[in-house]
């Protein structure tokens, strides 16, 4: 019987930032999360759709969704629906106005219905970064609630406006903790189409039969339990949501909502590609958010039947360099109509399982560091200064944090951490988790 380690993972709650379209909700989500900007980001010519990303305010993580970025085809730019999900799914809600526009019947609609629901909401008037526009804000006091002044362009009040929002949060310990038992949790995530359905029904075996939420039910997740070759898994599936309405489902589907709970109750995801398409910018968010939590990653390219040879290996060498950052992930492909693949599926998914609670002995760990140090030191820091390594220990696993004492941590480039976690994963195989790689400050020990 497989160890079992009890241990929790926390989950983030979630502020959703919701407004008529143009009163600066976007800027405000940029303003909010600052540097840490998402690995979709980075990607040239990206300047669209940031939707969820993953920040730090006043020391709380959240996770953080702009509806503002969301377009739904012929739903249109649904407010009322794009509110309705963020009051369900979020754990508060910022209320953004605009005070060049003044105080317009759909903010009193959008009040009434957040007072309506209950949840906890700051109200916040945006655009105030003058004296004039600062008169205006006498048209906010109709709606009765306390609002905030900001400026999201020139960073004015938003101190003011997360101060307000912090003890809204739920506690860090009343929130929902993900007890990590035995059992090998994995979440089919990926845009619609992509077989996702179909690769659930395969994985288990039958046509999982659509469980219909009592009126009023939340579940946005759908986890079903099955035991294979001896060992208990857990099917978290966003697929199988019961479709309450066309649009609804429409907005649920895209809206990320479902892909973050589904990440929080996984050790792994398997990303579901469509080997016909082109890796998109929402599969670039899902795969940073589970690696932001520090889940397991695998990548599966579906629907292999419908290319030839050539263009799959097209599509392969696509993925790699898309997904570049993630390197570690293994891609795999199969048809889940035609269920080719799915042992490797499985050996894949039990493989990431074991690796992503991987414990390395710290014998093995400073003979990897120490080689590694020995056929590279790093360059010299300040002042010439030799950097130096001098002992790395695992500090916990799900996934494995090592940390390294070092003479200097501040002055040891990327470049330099990165070899170093290339070293280790060399050394052992970590195929499918990211490693936590701290260094900490020591100025004096044993060279490992
Ligand atoms: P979901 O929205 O991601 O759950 O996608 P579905 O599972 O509903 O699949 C969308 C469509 O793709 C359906 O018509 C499936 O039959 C089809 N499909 C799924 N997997 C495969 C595959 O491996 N090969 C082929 N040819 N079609 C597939």
Redesign the pocket.
């Known amino acids: 019987m497989a160890k079992i380690q009890r241990r929790s993972l926390k989950m983030k709650p979630i502020v959703a930032i919701v407004g008529r379209s143009n009163v600066g909700k976007s800027t405000l989500f940029n303003r909010l999360i600052g540097s840490r900007r998402s690995v979709v980001e980075n990607q040239p010519g990206v300047t669209r759709d940031r939707v969820v990303a993953d920040s730090v305010i006043s020391g709380r993580d959240v996770t953080l969704i702009d509806t503002g970025g969301m377009t739904f085809g012929d739903a249109g730019d649904d407010i009322e629906m794009q509110v309705r999900l963020a009051v369900k799914e979020a754990d508060a809600i910022v209320a953004l106005f605009d005070v060049v526009d003044g105080c317009l019947a759909a903010d009193h609609q959008l009040v009434r219905f957040l007072k309506r629901s209950g949840k906890p909401a700051v109200y916040v008037v945006n655009k105030v970064d003058s004296e004039k526009r600062a008169r205006n804000l006498v048209d906010f006091y109709e709606l009765g609630v306390d609002f905030i002044p900001i400026s999201a362009e020139h960073g004015i009040g938003i101190g003011d406006a997360t101060e307000t929002l912090l003890p809204m949060l739920p506690n860090a310990s009343e929130q929902d903790a993900l007890e990590v038992d035995e059992s090998i949790r994995f979440a089919i995530l990926?845009r619609?189409?992509?077989?996702?359905?179909?690769l659930v029904n395969s994985v288990l075996g039958y046509e999982r039969v659509m469980v219909s939420a009592d009126p009023g039910t939340t579940r946005d997740v759908i986890d079903t339990n099955f035991v294979r070759n001896g060992r208990r898994y857990q099917i978290i599936d966003t697929?199988g949501i019961r479709r309450r309405s066309r649009v609804e489902t429409r907005i649920e589907r895209y809206s990320g909502y479902a892909s973050i709970r589904a990440i929080e109750h996984a050790n792994l995801i398997c990303l579901?590609l469509d080997a016909r398409e082109g890796v998109t910018e929402q599969d670039q968010r899902i795969l940073s958010l589970a690696i932001d939590r520090g889940r397991g990653v695998i990548i599966v390219m579906?629907?292999i039947?419908?290319v030839t040879k050539l263009e799959l290996e097209q599509r392969l060498s696509d993925c790699r360099q898309t997904f570049a950052y993630a390197a570690f992930a293994p891609v795999l492909t199969l048809?889940?109509?035609?269920r080719t693949g799915l042992e490797d599926l499985f050996r894949t998914i039990s493989m990431v399982n074991q690796n992503w609670r991987r414990e390395l002995t710290t014998t093995q760990l400073n003979q990897i560091v120490a080689a590694a140090y020995e056929a590279h030191p790093p360059k010299l820091g300040k002042n010439h200064r030799q950097i130096k390594l001098y002992f790395a220990a695992q500090q916990g696993s799900c996934p494995p944090k090592i940390i390294v004492k070092c003479n200097a941590p501040g002055q040891l480039p990327a470049s330099y951490r990165r070899y170093l976690e290339r070293a280790i994963r060399n050394a052992v195989a970590l195929d499918g988790v990211p490693i936590r790689l701290r260094f900490t400050r020591d100025i004096k020990g044993q060279t490992p």
């Open positions: 990926g619609p189409n992509v077989g996702k359905s179909t697929a579901v579906n629907k039947d419908l048809s889940a109509l035609r």
